[in-house]
């Protein structure tokens, strides 16, 4: 298996508010840092959002870390983050739990940001 290097680089990390995410970018800011980090997430309710809120604060004290409140799905916006910032890396965990959720609209999904790679 060949290994990335992060450094210089431009990461996007999708749902950097949730658990994953949050500590992918933590690490990375740690272990990385002349890598820039943008990192997006909805903040949507499935679970308590203050817990969201309280792993962003962590993470914008990185000078290295940007966040973005928005939806993967939204094309315009993802559109928009790849014209500005140039991100050669993406890590895309964007996901929703359960099932009724995966019916609504706006919902997910890696496929629709995968479309634009
Ligand atoms: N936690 C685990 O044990 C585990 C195990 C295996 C795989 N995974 C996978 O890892 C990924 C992340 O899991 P997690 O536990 O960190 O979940 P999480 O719910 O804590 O984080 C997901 C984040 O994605 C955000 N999100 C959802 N839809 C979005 C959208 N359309 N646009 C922007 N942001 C959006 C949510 O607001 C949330 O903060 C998922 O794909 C999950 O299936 C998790």
Redesign the pocket.
């Known amino acids: 298996m060949s290994t990335v290097t992060l450094e210089n680089k431009t990461i996007l990390v ?10 992918l970018v933590k690490r990375i800011c740690q272990e990385a840092p002349s890598a820039t980090v943008i990192g ?8 308590d ?1 203050a ?2 809120e309280f792993r962003l604060k962590e993470l914008v004290q990185y000078p290295t870390f940007t966040f973005i409140k ?5 094309k315009e916006l993802i559109t928009e983050l790849f014209e500005k910032y140039k991100s050669s890396v993406v890590v895309n ?5 359960g099932v009724q959720f995966h019916h609504q609209p ?5 496929i ?1 940001l995968g479309r634009l790679l």
């Open positions: 999708t749902t950097a508010a949730g658990f994953i995410g949050s500590n997006i997430d909805n903040m949507n309710a499935y679970y959002v817990l969201k928005g939806n993967i799905a939204d965990l964007a996901a929703q739990a706006g919902c997910l999904c890696g629709k």
